[in-house]
């Protein structure tokens, strides 16, 4: 059910896309503003992202295969990547209309309809965007929250062009226009590298966040009675998936039985405090103990 809501909000989220590609196109033909072009080209970088989303989204709940036995759920972190790259390309684009709007500046037409087609769309955006945020935490999908961070960005920039054309219409300045355009692309370069920098983390396998760590060592303290230490405990993150392995130290005169039953009490337990986990335990006799891990309580 919830990787049908998943799949839902990703396609959804191609919809609204396009309606808002929509609206902004049109009060950028409204008004001739660079500002409102800049926007409108970010949300052509919305469409595709949305569409790389949904990929991603569906590959990475196919179920692990012989060719990909840990599953692919990576697939999600190259999504996000492409959303990154896709930003910045964005960012060059509208780098390019701000300079020759710089150099041959004009004022821009239909200030009030142009103003309030954006700020329609603007709406529709800062909505869907607490959306994404809210159902990428939830689904702990890193293509629907990269989606909606971005989107975000895309939120702010667009209240910030809006405040400046209204300057812009007040103070005849023209050329304004254009260095609104140029810190939209500011904004939405550091949003891309953002993005990008949290997905290379997923891919190189980054552990899962300090307190987890601490909630699966506690766990595993608690509930190896009978172990003697259990230690080289390794987490990773793979989109939503949870990877932990780590070597368990028993009696040399434990029975395999006694010592499996241990490893299924560790593993039902970190299921309970974990969401979708994978655990590799390896059992280890006495004289394997270290003295460094953790002490089984």
Same mark, same amino acid.
């Given at each position: 059910?919830?990787?049908?809501?998943?799949?839902?909000?990703?396609?959804?989220?191609i919809?609204?896309?396009?309606?808002?590609l929509?609206?902004?196109?049109?009060?950028?033909?409204l008004t001739?503003?660079?500002?409102?072009?800049?926007?409108?080209?970010?949300?052509? %970088?919305? !469409?595709?992202?949305? $569409? #790389? &989303?949904?990929?991603?989204? =569906?590959? *990475?709940?196919?179920?692990?295969? +012989?060719?990909?036995?840990?599953?692919?759920?990576?697939?999600?972190?190259?999504?996000?990547?492409? %959303?990154? !790259?896709?930003?910045? $390309? #964005? &960012?060059?684009?509208?780098? =390019?209309? *701000?300079?020759?709007?710089?150099? +041959?500046?004009?004022?821009?037409?239909?200030?009030?309809?142009?103003?309030?087609?954006?700020?329609?769309?603007?709406?529709?955006?800062l $909505?869907? &965007?607490?959306?994404?945020? =809210?159902?990428?935490?939830?689904?702990?999908?890193?293509?629907?929250?990269?989606d909606?961070?971005?989107?975000?960005?895309?939120?702010i920039?667009?209240?910030?062009?809006?405040a400046?054309?209204a300057?812009?219409?007040?103070?005849?300045?023209?050329?304004?226009?254009?260095?609104?355009?140029?810190?939209?692309?500011?904004?939405?370069?550091?949003?891309?590298?953002?993005?990008?920098?949290?997905?290379?983390?997923?891919?190189?396998?980054?552990?899962?966040?300090?307190d987890?760590?601490?909630?699966?060592?506690?766990?595993?303290?608690?509930?190896?009675?009978?172990?003697?230490?259990?230690?080289?405990v390794?987490t990773r993150q793979?989109g939503?998936?949870?990877?932990?392995?780590?070597?368990?130290?028993?009696?040399?005169t434990?029975?395999?039985?006694?010592?499996?039953t241990?490893?299924?009490?560790?593993?039902?337990?970190?299921?309970?405090a974990?969401?979708?986990?994978?655990?590799?335990?390896?059992?280890?006799?006495?004289?394997?103990?270290?003295?460094?891990?953790?002490?089984?309580?």
């Amino acid at each position: 059910m919830a990787a049908n809501r998943t799949l839902a909000i990703a396609a959804s989220s191609i919809v609204v896309g396009l309606i808002v590609l929509g609206l902004k196109f049109l009060a950028w033909w409204l008004t001739g503003s660079i500002a409102l072009y800049s926007d409108a080209l970010e949300s052509i %970088v919305n !469409v595709v992202t949305a $569409v #790389a &989303a949904l990929i991603a989204v =569906r590959l *990475a709940q196919r179920p692990a295969d +012989a060719s990909l036995p840990y599953g692919y759920h990576k697939a999600e972190y190259f999504s996000a990547v492409l %959303v990154g !790259v896709m930003i910045i $390309v #964005a &960012a060059i684009l509208i780098l =390019r209309e *701000a300079v020759n709007g710089f150099i +041959a500046p004009e004022m821009p037409d239909a200030p009030v309809q142009g103003l309030a087609v954006s700020g329609v769309a603007t709406a529709i955006n800062l $909505v869907w &965007a607490l959306v994404l945020r =809210r159902q990428g935490r939830i689904a702990r999908s890193p293509a629907i929250a990269a989606d909606g961070k971005h989107l975000m960005t895309d939120v702010i920039s667009t209240f910030g062009v809006l405040a400046g054309l209204a300057l812009v219409y007040l103070t005849s300045w023209a050329r304004l226009d254009a260095i609104l355009a140029v810190l939209v692309a500011l904004n939405i370069l550091w949003s891309g590298w953002g993005v990008i920098r949290d997905s290379v983390g997923g891919l190189m396998d980054v552990a899962v966040p300090e307190d987890t760590q601490k909630v699966i060592r506690e766990v595993i303290s608690v509930n190896a009675d009978g172990a003697i230490e259990a230690h080289d405990v390794r987490t990773r993150q793979a989109g939503k998936m949870t990877f932990i392995d780590f070597h368990l130290v028993v009696p040399g005169t434990m029975s395999v039985d006694a010592a499996h039953t241990i490893c299924d009490t560790i593993e039902a337990k970190l299921r309970e405090a974990v969401r979708d986990v994978q655990i590799t335990i390896h059992v280890e006799p006495e004289e394997k103990a270290k003295h460094a891990g953790i002490v089984v309580l």
